[in-house]
């Protein structure tokens, strides 16, 4: 075994932190949005069969190019590629998107460790609808505030990945993950019990497939392929550590079941609060987390304010972990590139790399207040860089590596790497070869052409 080679100490401290950089806050937040704007459970099957014909595939060819290249994601192109050093550029894409996505996905992180903190002090007690609204556009168009909670997620997310492969990224998972689902298990009980949670669960569980359309289908698609941020080098960059014994087909699976399984239960948590107030709508976006939600905490449980409190603190919690989780790989992404081709210490790479996330990560909150008017190509700092990886990195990544794993490595490399050198059985390999270079490609194709509206403006 390479001595310097950093690896999971264990197959569940590995399938954890994967799960860990698949769940955030998407599955909380971006889930139940796109289901409450697609009509439902109609939706959500649709989405899982997508999540199996297209999101585990996918995940696995990041498996099985991390893992052979046995060190960092741009190293690993070459590797698996045979030596072919121009695949070495595809291994930057990620060291880019780590940078670009961390910036403003910390943003959004820094909103959910604010509240939380809001929540510990019990902030939101006695408020009404209009001043939760209010309240948060002060906080978000602040220079200053969110600022200073960015930073605060930004340096606990250093200080883990600092740390090291197993005792920082996988101790932190094995910490984070069950405390993520303790908090899940107990919102689902208290929002069930919920007056009107009936509707919720009918509008989450029965399907209305009159509802379901071009659009739900593609809308479902990219769901499946964001869920689990297939495409931006994350899985890559963990499966760099993964053990040589590690069934990646087997843990593919177990990481979109934990990646579904958390969406569906968000659902279970949001839906029933919704309908538990006359007039909210399930398709509320973005402002249903820190708006809509609080409110209806409060209103719900204004009898019994520590339910309300207690409610309100493990929805947060329950945010700032899954947001942890997933930042943590964003970060190391870029900080081992650093740390393995310019041969700096760990923990110097994760703080050279966060410090540049707080720059950008800066300029993107600055793009909800004094920034407003500042924009590149019509759009914010934050607009922007969403854009630029949820549009183009996320899918031409995932593109290049179906493309990359079904076209040009050698494929004995391929099976040996899915079969542990033939040591497992694999039926589904065929299957699996077959949708990597024909059905993920194309279906990659139509969701990146309907990301870009490409479909509306044809037809």
């Given amino acids: 075994m390479d001595n310097n080679r950093n690896i999971f100490a264990s197959k569940i401290g590995a ?37 199996l014909l297209l999101g585990v595939p996918i995940m696995v060819t990041e498996f099985a190019i991390g ?27 990620p060291v880019v998107s780590g940078f670009l996505v961390l910036s403003y996905y910390a943003v959004v992180a820094s909103w959910t460790l604010y509240y939380a903190y809001e929540a510990l002090l019990n902030g939101f007690a006695g408020k009404t609808s209009a001043e939760f609204q209010k309240d948060f556009e002060a906080f978000s168009s602040d220079s200053v505030t969110p600022v200073f909670w960015t930073v605060m997620i930004i340096a606990l997310t250093c200080g883990i990945v600092a740390l090291g492969v197993q005792k920082g990224i996988e101790r932190g998972s094995k910490i984070m993950m069950p405390l993520l689902f303790i908090f899940i ?78 969406a569906l239960l968000s659902g279970l948590i949001i839906f029933p609060a919704v309908y538990s107030i006359p007039d909210l709508r399930p398709d509320a976006g973005p402002s249903l987390v820190f708006v809509t939600l609080p409110n209806v905490f409060q209103q719900v449980f204004g009898d019994i304010p520590v339910l309300a409190y207690l409610f309100s603190l493990c929805f947060y919690l329950l945010l700032v972990m899954a947001a942890l989780t997933s930042s943590i790989s964003m970060l190391e992404m870029s900080a081992a590139y650093f740390h393995r081709n310019l041969h700096l210490p760990r ?96 279906c990659i194709f139509l969701i990146f052409a309907n990301e870009l509206g490409l479909f509306s403006y044809l037809f």
């Avoid at 060190?71 to 894409?93: E, H, P, Q, T, Y």
């Avoid at 995932?398 to 497992?424: H, P, S």
């Fill in 15 to 51: 399938i954890l932190a994967a799960a860990g950089s698949a769940v955030g806050l998407g599955n909380v937040w971006r889930f139940p949005t796109e289901t409450g704007e697609h009509g439902g459970a109609a939706f959500i099957l649709i989405y899982v069969s997508f999540m």
């Fill in 67 to 93: 893992r052979h290249g046995n060190g960092d994601v741009s190293g690993a192109f070459v590797k698996i590629s045979g030596g072919k050093k121009g695949w070495r550029w595809m291994g930057l894409l």
């Fill in 185 to 262: 298990f107990v919102l689902v009980v208290c929002s069930l019990s919920l007056p009107n949670a009936d509707l919720g669960l009918k509008f989450l569980l029965l399907p209305d497939f009159s509802k379901v359309d071009g659009g739900v289908i593609l809308s479902a698609m990219g769901q499946a392929f964001f869920s689990l941020s297939v495409g931006l080098g994350c899985l890559c960059t963990y499966a760099c550590y993964f053990r040589k014994d590690v069934n990646l087909m087997k843990d593919g699976l177990s990481v979109a079941s934990i990646d579904t399984l958390v």
């Fill in 347 to 442: 923990s110097l790479s994760a703080i050279v790399v966060s410090v540049v996330c707080v720059v950008l990560a800066t300029f993107c909150s600055w793009s909800f207040g004094d920034w407003r008017e500042v924009k590149i190509f019509d759009m914010g700092f934050f607009d922007l860089f969403d854009f630029l990886v949820a549009k183009f990195i996320m899918p031409i990544g995932g593109l290049i590596m179906c493309i990359f794993l079904g076209w040009v490595v050698d494929e004995k490399v391929l099976r040996a790497e899915l079969t542990n050198n033939g040591t497992l059985k694999s039926p589904l390999y065929p299957t699996f070869r077959f949708i990597i270079r024909y059905v993920a490609p194309l």
